[in-house]
């Protein structure tokens, strides 16, 4: 299951590929992936922001307490998770439309490996140092854009010009996705979960 992070990284081709083989049962076995890998920006985000702290002008750290910390680190996991199943399934749903057989898992694990970037960048967040976090997401996403963008033709089995199409049909769907999410986060923050901050 983890043994593809590598091939992800350094040669992406190979490791989409040696995916596209694998039979249905064995892609099935690949869905506890991102279940795990969202985990990992939580807790990130959990340690960096209630151990740690950050710095926002001078030398005063600020902390979150933990009782405010857990609710806003559970939401940030169900966000991150809910992101990979949501359209993974919108990927699989798309199948239809670009003549290529697939089932919803498929699509969920083809999301959960091509934001493995993400996930990785995000437990930076247990060491909050704001420029550093934001440089290292941004780039992540990029990865992911170019992932997603690699995966389609080759795991969905579509010809690179259609392909080219599925993805940005499905880059379509995450921007909606992640605008729902940043609205709500932020309606979350200001009304249900509010943070509490010591310094």
């Given amino acids: 299951m983890f043994a593809y992070i590598p091939g992800l990284f350094f040669q992406p081709r190979t490791a989409w590929q040696k995916m596209a083989d694998l039979t249905d049962e064995q ?24 151990k740690i702290g950050w710095v926002v002008t001078g030398d005063d750290v600020v902390r979150l307490t933990e009782a405010s910390a857990i609710p806003l680190v559970v939401l940030s996991y169900v966000a991150l998770l809910g992101a ?36 990785l960048a995000g437990a930076l967040t247990a060491y909050p140092i704001w420029w550093f976090d934001i440089l290292a997401v941004t780039a992540a996403a990029v990865y992911v854009i170019y992932l997603v963008y690699m995966a389609i033709p080759i795991l969905m089995d579509v010809p690179w010009d259609r392909g080219f199409l599925y993805a940005s049909a499905v880059f379509m769907v995450a921007l909606v996705y992640v605008v729902v999410v940043l609205v709500g986060m932020a309606i979350v923050w200001e009304y249900i979960a509010t943070p509490v901050f010591i310094g």
């Fill in 27 to 50: 892609i099935k076995r690949l869905l506890p992936y991102p279940i795990i890998m969202a985990l990992l920006p939580a807790l990130g985000i959990y340690i960096g922001s209630t």
């Fill in 84 to 119: 990979v199943v949501f359209i993974g399934l919108m990927v699989n749903w798309m199948s239809q439309t670009f003549q290529t057989r697939s089932f919803p898992i498929k699509g969920v694990v083809l999301m959960g490996y091509a934001c493995t970037p993400i996930f």
